[in-house]
């Protein structure tokens, strides 16, 4: 399993919408998704994992990453760091970090 964060990622009702692509490897037929989005110039930070598996053959993610404390994410730069465990025959994390845009929904 392989993924990246498409850019520009939206903020929606405050909370960040991060999405991207599930890039299947043989033998693997479902996957869990967890994703932390930073703001350091913002202090602000949130993370979330996903409730539900993802399966095969599904071509894309999608989760909603609430701000944790008090701080808002606003529209600039962040850091997004994300973390794929996909399960079948066996069981492989694919873990990733990439510089993100955030911009208003």
Not at 25 to 48: F, N, P, T, Y
Request: charged letters at 25%; a neutral charge.
């Amino acid at each position: 399993m392989r993924s990246n964060f498409e850019s520009a990622l939206k903020i929606v009702n405050g909370a960040v919408r991060a999405r991207g692509a599930l890039e299947w490897e043989q033998g693997e037929r479902e996957s869990l998704v967890s994703v932390s989005i930073s703001q350091k110039q913002h202090k602000v930070a949130g993370m979330a994992t996903s409730p539900d598996e993802f399966k095969k053959p599904r071509k894309t993610w999608t989760l909603d990453i609430d701000p944790g404390y008090a701080s808002q994410f606003k529209p600039g730069p962040a850091n997004a760091v994300g973390i794929v465990c996909a399960m079948g025959d066996e069981v492989r994390v694919f873990f990733w970090s990439q510089e993100v845009e955030l911009k208003a929904g």
